[in-house]
Each structure stands twice: as structure tokens, then as C-alpha cells.
């Protein structure tokens, strides 16, 4: 077991005179890390979030039976009324692992790690359309503005590492929903995630570094408004507004070293970028967010979400479902292994899916339509099973029949995972207790070992 590096830097207390804006001036400062209600399986999660829709016939849900109605009318399925015409997958499914787990060859690399994978095939959400949808599985309700799953999750967690953000998201969608994916909405602004824009290569974090003031000056910046406030404490005690706005600039200081230090990738060897397929052009991108999250996640951060879009193949299945796999696969596989070879996947639940399946029906001559009542998801490492399938969708794949999972009983589980009770874990807003569940959420137990 390779022993995690720290990348605490100098000056633990932390102080700052950063000026921040957007984002991160929302971010405040180290808070006390909550007691899980019970024995925890995993520390932290790691969000592979494939938006658009990935087809679950295509990639981890074998259907012999859609083979072999291929071409005839099936039922009606996802956004249609009435029948359409079945069409089998394009790429054949092989058994992995000691598992034996079919796994399409879209996916040759994940499939390596196939005795790692949970497979839920019984996946559900409430509305087939995209904007919706993800809102939905990010924050549980497509309606109302609500604290994102990973903002939640550092709130009953708390901070790992003081130097840096607790929730991150790398190269999140600027669409359906935007920001709200990772906002805190009425949760303290410490629990807002940051985002990071790696699309274009490096890391891009905004107000990182100070070009006015060099750090004695920035330290004495802070130390002024550190006294100020505690004099404003005496008079307005519980007003919390200026003591988080203050709190971020504190954070934005530690953020000076640790970021560039943790976000770099200089460091690691050779053999480790190209197993994340940073030499090749097609994973080059994908590849170098995930050996990015790998880095973040060792140095404490709790929640990593990682956004791969465009899997919304109404035309074009054949050509363009095969270049996003072909993007994401060796990357994802080399970070399975890499957390396993350094001790981390054990408490580190991963979790890989987008905001709804695919159609079995054809749509056009080459597409398949949304299909909100039945795809999959799959879990890795924090205590689940792996090399096991949870659930089951219909013999064509049109609609969840055993282990049903809405996005309630999704979010249910991953708190489970790192010993949060969801009924418990609530917030007191405008005269009511919210939760991530709402008054829903069954927490799928089987999966766990």
C-alpha cells in the first residue's frame, strides 16, 4: 500500500488577504469534520458523471433477447406512445473477471476491472428530459433550487484538508442547470463546490493568486479584518454572512500552495500518465481530469465530480457512443486500478452513470431515443459488491422491473456508504427540516459486502 502524501502546507491557521470572486468567494475555511451516525464504508466519492445518457443495452446491461427481435416492433418505450422497432446493440458483450459480468466491447478497459463493479441496473428518474433530469440527479428535485448531492455530503462530513475546497467539480456543464449542480443553495457557503475547467488542458481556478499584494501584505490585510470582526462578533453575535465571506479569503491563501501543488501532474511518473492515456489525443483529456481527481481525492478532498458530455446519440449511435467510450475507458479503468494499488478505492465509493438510459427502440436509422424508466449505473470500491448485478430491467431493457433505484434511493445509498443516515441528515430552513431525500429514499443494502 503506497502511503498517501499530505499536501498540508505551511502555516496550518492559514490567513489570506485574497481577493475572490464568483465561485470561490463562497468557499470559507477548515470546519469541524461531522461524526458519521454509524460505521462508515467510505471517506470520500468520486463522481464519473457521463451527461447526455449513456445507453445501458449498449455498454452494461446485456439483452440476448433485443438481438434476437432485432428489427421487429417492440413496446413502447422512454418518450414514445406506441411501438417502435427493436435494434440490437451494434457491439457484442463478453463475461469478465471472476464475475463473469457481461460488459460490452465499448468498454475493453473498464471491463479489466469487472470483479470491482457493482452494476445497478435497476436505475429510474423521473423525467426524460435533460435539464430536468441531471438537475435531478445532482440535487434530487427538478422543480426547486436544492443543495447538490456533493454539498450535502461534505455537510454531514465536514473538511478533510483545511488548504483545500471540500467539493470539487472538474469541467463541470455549463447547461442544464449550470452551477446548481454543485451549489449549496441554503447551506452554509463552505459547502458550495469549486468548479475547475480542465477542457481545454490545464486547470483553469480563477483568483487564485493576488497581483496587488504579495503574502505580508495579504497576511496583514487578513489580520486586520480578523480584529475587525471580532469586535462586529460582540455586537451582531450570530451573524454569520461577514465570518464566511472572511473565511474564504483565509482558505484562498492555504489555496496558493496547496492547489498548484495538488493539481500538478509534473510529478507522477511516466508509466502512470500513460496508463491514464495522456500520450494518446482521444484520452488525453478525459485521462488527465482523472489522474487529477485521483490527486485530489489523496490529499482530502471529499467529493470529486468529473462531467464527460455529449452521449445524447439520438442519430449517430454507432459512430459517436463509440468515441465518447473511447475517450473515457482507459482513463476510468487506470484510475480503478491506480486508487487500488494506493490503498484508496477500499474507502472511496465511485460511482459512474449520466441522467437517464437509451431506448431499445431505433430512433431514425441510428440513434435511440431517452429512456427515464430503466438504465444503469455502476458503483466501485466503498464497501460495495463487486463483480455483482443489482436489479434488472425488462428482456429488451425498456423498463426497471427488479431493484428499482430512483435518484432518491441513489442518494439514500451513497450517504449510506459513508455512514450518514439520510432521515437524519437535515438542515432547518425557512421554518422546516430539509433533506437530500425529501421524505423518500430506501437505501439499496444488498449492494454492500
Given at each position: 500500500?503506497?502511503?498517501?502524501?499530505?499536501?498540508?502546507?505551511?502555516?496550518?491557521?492559514?490567513?489570506?488577504?485574497?481577493?475572490?470572486?464568483?465561485?470561490?468567494?463562497?468557499?470559507?475555511?477548515?470546519?469541524?469534520?461531522?461524526?458519521?451516525?454509524?460505521?462508515?464504508?467510505?471517506?470520500?466519492?468520486?463522481?464519473?458523471?457521463?451527461?447526455?445518457?449513456?445507453?445501458?443495452?449498449?455498454?452494461?446491461?446485456?439483452?440476448?433477447?433485443?438481438?434476437?427481435?432485432?428489427?421487429?416492433?417492440?413496446?413502447?418505450?422512454?418518450?414514445?406512445?406506441?411501438?417502435?422497432?427493436?435494434?440490437?446493440?451494434?457491439?457484442?458483450?463478453?463475461?469478465h473477471g471472476r464475475s463473469g459480468l457481461p460488459i460490452s466491447e465499448?468498454?475493453?478497459?473498464?471491463?479489466?476491472?469487472?470483479?470491482?463493479?457493482?452494476?445497478?441496473?435497476?436505475?429510474?428518474?423521473?423525467?426524460?428530459?435533460?435539464?430536468?433530469?441531471?438537475?435531478?440527479?445532482?440535487?434530487?428535485?427538478?422543480?426547486?433550487?436544492?443543495?447538490?448531492?456533493?454539498?450535502?455530503?461534505?455537510?454531514?462530513?465536514?473538511?478533510?484538508?483545511?488548504?483545500?475546497?471540500?467539493?470539487?467539480?472538474?469541467?463541470?456543464?455549463?447547461?442544464?442547470?449550470?452551477?446548481?449542480?454543485?451549489?449549496?443553495?441554503?447551506?452554509?457557503?463552505?459547502?458550495?463546490?469549486?468548479?475547475?475547467?480542465?477542457?481545454?488542458?490545464?486547470?483553469?481556478?480563477?483568483?487564485?493568486?493576488?497581483?496587488?499584494?504579495?503574502?505580508?501584505?495579504?497576511?496583514?490585510?487578513?489580520?486586520?479584518?480578523?480584529?475587525?470582526?471580532?469586535?462586529?462578533?460582540?455586537?451582531?453575535?450570530?451573524?454569520?454572512?461577514?465570518?464566511?465571506?472572511?473565511?474564504?479569503?483565509?482558505?484562498?491563501?492555504?489555496?496558493?500552495?496547496?492547489?498548484?501543488?495538488?493539481?500538478?501532474?509534473?510529478?507522477?511518473?511516466?508509466?502512470?500518465?500513460?496508463?491514464?492515456?495522456?500520450?494518446?489525443?482521444?484520452?488525453?483529456?478525459?485521462?488527465?481530469?482523472?489522474?487529477?481527481?485521483?490527486?485530489?481525492?489523496?490529499?482530502?478532498?471529499?467529493?470529486?465530480?468529473?462531467?464527460?458530455?455529449?452521449?445524447?446519440?439520438?442519430?449517430?449511435?454507432?459512430?459517436?457512443?463509440?468515441?465518447?467510450?473511447?475517450?473515457?475507458?482507459?482513463?476510468?479503468?487506470?484510475?480503478?486500478?491506480?486508487?487500488?494499488?494506493?490503498?484508496?478505492?477500499?474507502?472511496?465509493?465511485?460511482?459512474?452513470g449520466g441522467e437517464f438510459g437509451r431506448t431499445p427502440a431505433v430512433?431514425?436509422?441510428?440513434?435511440?431515443?431517452?429512456?427515464?424508466?430503466?438504465?444503469?449505473?455502476?458503483?466501485?470500491?466503498?464497501?460495495?459488491?463487486?463483480?455483482?448485478?443489482?436489479?434488472?430491467?425488462?428482456?429488451?431493457?425498456?423498463?426497471?422491473?427488479d431493484g428499482k433505484m430512483d435518484i432518491h434511493d441513489l442518494h439514500?445509498?451513497?450517504?449510506?456508504?459513508?455512514?450518514?443516515?439520510?432521515?437524519?441528515?437535515?438542515?432547518?430552513?425557512?421554518?422546516?427540516?430539509?433533506?437530500?431525500?425529501?421524505?423518500?429514499?430506501?437505501?439499496?443494502?444488498?449492494?454492500?459486502?
Amino acid at each position: 500500500m503506497t502511503t498517501r502524501r499530505s499536501f498540508l502546507t505551511r502555516g496550518a491557521a492559514g490567513f489570506s488577504g485574497l481577493a475572490l470572486s464568483g465561485m470561490l468567494a463562497k468557499q470559507a475555511t477548515a470546519s469541524v469534520a461531522g461524526v458519521p451516525h454509524f460505521r462508515p464504508r467510505a471517506k470520500r466519492v468520486l463522481f464519473l458523471c457521463m451527461s447526455g445518457g449513456p445507453s445501458h443495452v449498449d455498454t452494461f446491461d446485456y439483452k440476448p433477447a433485443l438481438a434476437r427481435l432485432d428489427g421487429q416492433s417492440g413496446p413502447a418505450t422512454g418518450r414514445r406512445r406506441s411501438s417502435a422497432r427493436l435494434m440490437k446493440s451494434p457491439w457484442k458483450f463478453s463475461k469478465h473477471g471472476r464475475s463473469g459480468l457481461p460488459i460490452s466491447e465499448l468498454f475493453p478497459q473498464v471491463a479489466k476491472q469487472a470483479d470491482h463493479l457493482c452494476l445497478l441496473h435497476g436505475m429510474q428518474t423521473s423525467v426524460p428530459a435533460h435539464p430536468q433530469a441531471f438537475l435531478e440527479l445532482h440535487t434530487g428535485t427538478t422543480q426547486f433550487v436544492r443543495p447538490s448531492l456533493g454539498s450535502w455530503v461534505v455537510y454531514g462530513l465536514g473538511q478533510e484538508n483545511e488548504n483545500l475546497p471540500s467539493f470539487i467539480s472538474l469541467s463541470p456543464p455549463s447547461g442544464n442547470g449550470g452551477s446548481r449542480n454543485y451549489g449549496n443553495s441554503f447551506l452554509p457557503a463552505i459547502h458550495q463546490g469549486t468548479p475547475i475547467d480542465m477542457r481545454r488542458g490545464a486547470a483553469t481556478l480563477s483568483d487564485i493568486d493576488n497581483p496587488r499584494l504579495d503574502r505580508d501584505q495579504q497576511r496583514r490585510q487578513l489580520d486586520l479584518i480578523s480584529r475587525l470582526h471580532r469586535s462586529d462578533a460582540v455586537t451582531r453575535p450570530g451573524d454569520d454572512a461577514i465570518r464566511s465571506v472572511a473565511a474564504s479569503y483565509e482558505l484562498a491563501f492555504r489555496m496558493q500552495d496547496a492547489v498548484p501543488e495538488v493539481m500538478s501532474i509534473q510529478s507522477e511518473s511516466e508509466a502512470t500518465r500513460r496508463a491514464y492515456g495522456l500520450q494518446n489525443d482521444e484520452t488525453q483529456s478525459f485521462g488527465r481530469q482523472c489522474l487529477t481527481a485521483r490527486r485530489l481525492l489523496e490529499a482530502g478532498v471529499r467529493f470529486v465530480e468529473i462531467t464527460h458530455s455529449g452521449w445524447d446519440q439520438h442519430r449517430r449511435l454507432r459512430e459517436d457512443h463509440a468515441k465518447n467510450a473511447a475517450a473515457v475507458d482507459q482513463p476510468i479503468a487506470a484510475l480503478l486500478a491506480d486508487l487500488q494499488s494506493r490503498g484508496l478505492l477500499e474507502d472511496t465509493l465511485v460511482l459512474w452513470g449520466g441522467e437517464f438510459g437509451r431506448t431499445p427502440a431505433v430512433q431514425g436509422n441510428d440513434g435511440r431515443d431517452h429512456n427515464h424508466k430503466g438504465f444503469t449505473m455502476w458503483m466501485a470500491g466503498g464497501g460495495v459488491r463487486g463483480g455483482y448485478r443489482y436489479g434488472a430491467t425488462d428482456e429488451l431493457g425498456g423498463e426497471a422491473v427488479d431493484g428499482k433505484m430512483d435518484i432518491h434511493d441513489l442518494h439514500a445509498t451513497v450517504l449510506h456508504a459513508l455512514g450518514i443516515d439520510h432521515k437524519r441528515l437535515t438542515y432547518r430552513y425557512a421554518g422546516r427540516d430539509f433533506r437530500l431525500t425529501d421524505v423518500h429514499g430506501n437505501v439499496a443494502k444488498e449492494i454492500f459486502v
